[in-house]
């Protein structure tokens, strides 16, 4: 078993991705407990210059939430 992180993650990977299988963002999601996997349909290794605005919209509402719970103080990671 791998080190567990106990930080919030957003995983993003392209379905088509030859470089680094999708498999490999299976294992470090199981490595990081508060992560979320993101799997883009029919995009590769670089799905942030395959479709761009999409990949824009994920980390745009992965931080807006993240932030949203730091700022309400719910985040166990940021506490202490």
């Given at each position: 078993a791998g080190r567990l992180v106990p930080l919030e993650a957003r995983i993003v990977h392209g379905e088509r991705d030859r470089?680094?299988?999708?498999?490999?963002?299976?294992?470090?999601?199981?490595?990081?407990?508060r992560a979320e996997r993101v799997l883009l349909p029919g995009l590769g290794h670089l799905p942030q210059l395959e479709r761009p605005f999409e990949v824009a919209a994920i980390v745009r509402r992965f931080l807006a939430r993240t932030a949203s719970a730091r700022s309400a103080g719910s985040d166990p990671a940021v506490a202490g």
């Open positions: 470089v680094v299988p999708p498999w490999v963002s299976v294992r470090l999601a199981q490595d990081l407990p």
